[in-house]
T-cell receptor, first 115, second 114 residues
Framework: KAGVTQTPRYLIKTRGQQVTLSCSPI?????VSWYQQTPGQGLQFLFE???????NKGNFPGRFSGRQFSNSRSEMNVSTLELGDSALYLCASSSSGTALQETQYFGPGTRLLVL | AQSVTQLGSHVSVSEGALVLLRCNYS??????LFWYVQYPNQGLQLLLK??????LVKGINGFEAEFKKSETSFHLTKPSAHMSDAAEYFC????????????FGTGTSLTVIP
C-alpha cells in the first residue's frame, strides 16, 4: 500500500499570499489530520476531517482552513500568510479515526517558507 | 485535555549504550500512548503504541516502552544504541470524543556518539 503523500514538498511564499497544501491518505483511510510543526511550538494539531466533515479543530486562527473530498484526499489552505506560518505541515491518516488506539500514519510533510 | 511531557530536549549516548527517553502523561482516564520517530526532512514514523493490552510494548528497531500507571510514565528504551538511531523522538497521547486527536510532547533529539 502506498503511504500518505503530500504535495508540494517545498513551498516559498510571501507575506499576504495564500497557499493550498494537498494530502492523499493511505488507500481506505477516511480520517485525515493536519499538524503544524515549528521549532518553537513543536507539533500542533490543526484539524481533522472525516467523511468530508471537519470533526476536530485545534486552536488556530480562521486563516487556516481545510476540506476533504469524497475520495478522502484533503487540502489545507492558509490565507493572508504571516512570517510565523513558516513551518513543516504534516498530514496524517488513519482508518476511521474513531478508535483512540488507532495509529496515525504521517506523510513526509510540506515545508512552507514565508518571506 | 490530556498532555505529555518529555524530559530532556536533547539526549546523547554512546554507540552501544542504553537509550532512555522519558515521557510522562497526564490523564484522568486510561490513555493511548504512542512513540514516533522523525528523521531529518521526513515525516513521523510509528515506533510503538500502548493500547492497554500489555504494559511492556515492543516496537520496531529494537525499541520498547513500559507503561507505568503509578508513575504516569511511558519511557522509551533500547538496550544498545546504534548510529542510525539518531533522530527526533516524540511521545504522543490520543484523545478525542469524536475522533482521535494527537497531543505531542515537545520531542527529544537523540545524538549517538561513535
Amino acid at each position: 500500500k502506498a503511504g500518505v503523500t503530500q504535495t508540494p514538498r517545498y513551498l516559498i511564499k510571501t507575506r499576504g499570499q495564500q497557499v493550498t497544501l494537498s494530502c492523499s491518505p493511505i488507500s481506505g483511510h477516511r480520517s485525515v489530520s493536519w499538524y503544524q510543526q515549528t521549532p518553537g511550538q513543536g507539533l500542533q494539531f490543526l484539524f481533522e476531517y472525516f467523511s468530508e466533515t471537519q470533526r476536530n479543530k485545534g486552536n488556530f486562527p480562521g486563516r487556516f482552513s481545510g476540506r476533504q473530498f469524497s475520495n478522502s484526499r484533503s487540502e489545507m489552505n492558509v490565507s493572508t500568510l504571516e512570517l510565523g506560518d513558516s513551518a513543516l505541515y504534516l498530514c496524517a491518516s488513519s482508518s476511521s479515526g474513531t478508535a483512540l488506539q488507532e495509529t496515525q500514519y504521517f506523510g513526509p510533510g510540506t515545508r512552507l517558507l514565508v518571506l | 485535555a490530556q498532555s505529555v511531557t518529555q524530559l530532556g530536549s536533547h539526549v546523547s549516548v554512546s554507540e552501544g549504550a542504553l537509550v532512555l527517553l522519558r515521557c510522562n502523561y497526564s490523564s484522568s482516564v486510561p490513555p493511548y500512548l504512542f512513540w514516533y520517530v522523525q528523521y531529518p526532512n521526513q515525516g513521523l514514523q510509528l515506533l510503538l503504541k500502548y493500547t492497554s493490552a500489555a504494559t511492556l510494548v515492543k516496537g520496531i528497531n529494537g525499541f520498547e516502552a513500559e507503561f507505568k500507571k503509578s508513575e504516569t510514565s511511558f519511557h522509551l528504551t533500547k538496550p544498545s544504541a546504534h548510529m542510525s538511531d539518531a533522530a527526533e523522538y516524540f511521545c504522543a497521547v490520543s484523545e478525542g470524543r469524536t475522533g482521535n486527536q494527537f497531543y505531542f510532547g515537545t520531542g527529544t533529539s537523540l545524538t549517538v556518539i561513535p
